[in-house]
């Protein structure tokens, strides 16, 4: 069933279902079901995903990583094509990929890992009200509350705080406060 998601539920969505999964430490240990999708379609046209530490004043906002590399924008979705995953020096090296300015650690007492920093879905052009429009039958959801992803299948649930029937184009009525998920 198609799901409209608006940007106020957007980033909880993204953050668990691809952010994790393009982690590359998921990607090298076959933990991920992007692994050897560089290149491919993973969605619609109108996905754009990036992850940016330069993006001002959020939580992963940064200048340079925990590894000393430089903050640069890393498109990660562009068109619906998976471009590139998250990188810090140990797996740039492991994958041959540049890194991504994402090596991130705990403390001083573990190695750094690469982690999201600032993981956003990109606005498009279309409005909420015309995607809704385009729907014959779905889910708009506003709200979530918290989910969870296998990296490695790509199966996720999310618990939806507040979501509403799509039918014929319009918005219908509110859906029962639940968890819901796809394998």
């Not at 009200?129 to 014959?136: A, F, G, L």
Request: charged residues 25%; glycine residues 12%.
């Amino acid at each position: 069933m198609p799901v409209v998601i608006l940007s106020s539920a957007g980033g909880v969505f993204v953050h668990e279902c691809i952010g994790h999964a393009v982690e590359a430490d998921h990607i090298a240990k076959n933990l991920s079901v992007f692994k050897d999708k560089l290149g491919e379609k993973i969605g619609s046209d109108i996905v754009n995903i990036v992850d940016d530490p330069t993006f001002p004043n959020q939580r992963g906002t940064h200048k340079v990583d925990d590894e000393g590399t430089p903050a640069l924008r890393n498109v990660i979705v562009e068109n619906g094509i998976l471009k590139n995953y998250i990188v810090d020096l140990k797996f740039s090296f492991i994958l041959g990929l540049k890194p991504t300015s994402s090596g991130k650690r705990e403390s001083y007492e573990v190695p750094p890992i690469p982690r999201m920093t600032n993981t956003i879905i990109l606005p498009g052009e279309s409005s909420p009200d015309d995607v809704i429009k385009e729907c014959w039958k779905g889910i708009l959801i506003k709200k979530l509350d918290g989910g969870e992803v296998d990296t490695a299948t790509g199966d996720f649930v999310f618990g939806i705080e507040e979501g509403y029937e799509i039918e014929m184009g319009k918005v219908g009525e509110m859906i029962k406060r639940g968890y819901y998920g796809e394998s």
